[in-house]
């Protein structure tokens, strides 16, 4: 059951995105007492994006992490070459199977742009050509591209306590490629641009899976109802509502 507790606004919204997504992963991670396995889509170089990797190092979490642009699949491989708990895969998730052309931004190109986030690749060139990018700095690769089930039937992975998805505007596509309420997450992480006939898309497919939506630091969060168990105490201790210890308070 989901309650209103009356309204928050927090003065500076975004020094909350961190600590609740630290909390929602901490939830997936302790009603499944550690036993989560992940499906990502997307992956990049690993040490980007979602902060999944210290589950994956230190908490025992394992996972099928799928990124098709090469150069991060590199990094990607290299960075889990040594854990048998993670597979990686180095191809794209659509709702076709086919070869796709995939557009990135030139190392020359990327290095000139230092604010601009490393590694972003996308089916849809004009996310990657801005109006500070000559056409000479994107290139395009092709790649081959499969639905989400025929992966997962290939490798026999029939469920998964977390789905990440960062496609490149591909998201909807990604969702629309899989049974979702089969796979049975307890969270869903996409990372959708909310206004857009995509984002839409995406909500449309997180509720008819049964799952809740909500907005968690650029990500589109499908929460399943009654699997998060984030202690109270960890939400308390981080609005800072502790009164220190016993101890602390006999002075």
């Known amino acids: 059951m989901i309650r209103d507790l009356g309204p928050y606004v927090p003065k500076r919204a ?7 997504m630290a909390m929602l ?3 997936v991670h302790d009603h499944h007492r550690g036993q989560v ?8 170089n690993g040490e980007t994006g979602l902060p999944l990797l210290p589950r994956f190092r230190d908490e025992g979490w394992s996972g099928l992490l799928i990124e098709p642009h090469p150069q991060n699949f590199a ?5 889990h070459a040594n854990g048998d708990r993670v597979a990686v895969l180095n191809l794209g998730i ?4 086919a070869n796709l052309s995939l557009h990135s931004l030139t190392p020359e190109a990327e290095a000139a742009q230092r604010r601009a986030p490393r590694g972003r690749a996308s089916l849809i060139r004009d996310r990657i050509a801005t109006p500070d990018t000559s056409p000479e700095d994107v290139t395009s690769t092709e790649v081959p591209f499969l639905r989400m089930d025929t992966v997962l039937a290939e490798l026999g ?3 998964a306590q977390l789905l990440a998805i960062n496609a490149g505007g591909h998201e909807a596509q990604v969702l629309a490629s899989l049974n979702l309420a089969a796979l049975d997450p307890a969270l869903v992480l996409v990372h959708s641009a909310p206004g857009t006939a995509a ?4 909500i449309a497919s997180l509720t008819a899976a049964n799952l809740h939506p909500f907005r ?3 990500w589109l969060a499908g929460l399943a109802p009654a699997r998060l168990a984030v202690p109270l105490e960890e939400l308390l201790t981080f609005f800072q509502r502790g009164l220190g210890t016993p101890q602390d308070t006999e002075e």
């Open 157 to 159: 992975i029939d469920s």
């Open 94 to 97: 659509s709702d076709v199977s």
């Open 25 to 27: 992963l901490n939830g």
């Open 37 to 44: 396995f992940v499906v990502q889509v997307g992956a990049g």
């Open 199 to 202: 984002d839409e898309a995406c």
């Open 216 to 218: 968690v630091s650029g």
């Open 14 to 20: 975004h020094k909350l995105d961190a600590p609740i």
């Open 75 to 79: 990094q990607l491989d290299a960075l």
